[in-house]
């Protein structure tokens, strides 16, 4: 049998269900769990049990990618932007033709219930809509009914302060269609990250065909002009950022104040854009983080700029202290806090 003998010698179990959920909950044995709820419209309810949290093998976003998901942070017991994320995914439901198991407000009162039982007041939730399991085929026709999956993920984050470094990605991007529709086809992200930390940088940039600045690869970016413009680009062929439009939105004050001459989303060139006097990322999980070298080269001073800083705090302090509409509530019982 030779080199190949200890091939034959493998003996793989086969466990009970019982054998098997053991095993399942011994990862998770002394460890606080990142994960302390989940949602799942296949057993239909909530588990606290991280071991539980499963999705089937055969369902079409495991094994075809025929999914979308979208997110919301959670802040002082408060879902930042729970709305305007909630209507984006319904939008990207529709474009992967996936029809929704419950209307939009069965949604958001399970995100808003689930968020509540986990007894978590920091971190964010994220959800899924599937075309469910069924089989392992292309077409969806074999499976009986699309499948919601939702989680809490534990984070203690923290506003940005430091600037990292950018690349400009070689992997191509999405085409529109696929740009525009926040779905589980990751692979072009995942390898824009990968190689912009080969190459020693934290993330990447995609440029267009046409050679305009699109978005990194999982945020928006934005830009501050030598003329102290905020610029960022179109929306019409990248994912439309919830927190990049809330920041244009909360940005106006600063027009008022004096401190930028205007804010707009537009085409931006990338000779415009390595031009600028400031820098960033745009995102959900960060809400701002500051760019202070893109490909080897300082983006103006090469030092974390003033604006950068205010228009964070702008956006942390809407996350914190915002209107109604922006931060929902949840329905913690007494003394649940943590």
């Not at 466990?15 to 098997?20: K, T």
């Not at 995914?89 to 069965?106: D, G, H, M, V, Y």
Request: net charge negative.
């Amino acid at each position: 049998m030779g080199e190949n003998s200890s091939a034959f010698d493998v003996r793989v179990p086969v466990y009970s269900s019982e054998e098997l959920l053991e095993k399942s909950q011994e990862k998770w044995k002394g460890r606080k769990p990142p994960y302390p709820a989940m949602y799942s419209s296949i057993f239909g309810g909530i588990t606290l049990d991280p071991s539980l949290m499963t999705i089937p093998i055969d369902d079409h976003m495991v094994h075809r990618g025929h999914g979308v998901f979208d997110t919301a942070m959670l802040l002082d017991g408060h879902l930042y932007e729970l709305d305007a994320h909630l209507d984006r995914f319904l939008r990207s439901s529709a474009n992967a033709k996936i029809l929704p198991p419950f209307p939009r407000e069965t949604l958001r009162t399970i995100l808003i219930q689930m968020t509540a039982a986990s007894k978590c007041k920091k971190g964010s939730i994220r959800y899924w809509l599937s075309a469910g399991p069924g089989n392992f085929l292309l077409s969806p026709a074999g499976c009986p009914e699309a499948a919601f999956y939702a989680v809490v993920i534990d984070d203690d984050y923290s506003q940005h302060k430091e600037g990292v470094k950018v690349i400009t990605s070689t992997i191509p991007m999405k085409p529109p269609q696929f740009a525009t529709v926040k779905n589980v086809n990751y692979l072009p992200n995942v390898l824009s990250v990968m190689e912009a930390e080969e190459h020693g940088a934290f993330s990447s940039v995609w440029v267009d065909k046409e050679g305009y600045i699109a978005e990194g690869p999982n945020v928006n970016v934005a830009f501050i002009s030598k003329a102290k413009e905020l610029l960022l680009p179109s929306f019409d062929k990248i994912l439309s950022g919830c927190t990049a439009k809330r920041l244009l939105s909360l940005a106006s004050q600063l027009v008022e104040k004096g401190l930028l001459q205007s804010v707009r989303a537009t085409n931006i060139t990338l000779e415009q854009a390595k031009d600028s006097a400031e820098m960033m990322y745009v995102g959900s999980g960060l809400p701002l983080l500051p760019i202070i070298e893109w490909d080897g080269q300082p983006i103006g001073d090469g030092r974390v700029g003033e604006l950068t800083l205010t228009l964070s705090d702008l956006l942390w302090e809407d996350m914190k202290a915002g209107p109604g509409s922006q931060r929902v509530h949840v329905p913690y019982e007494e003394g649940d806090a943590i």
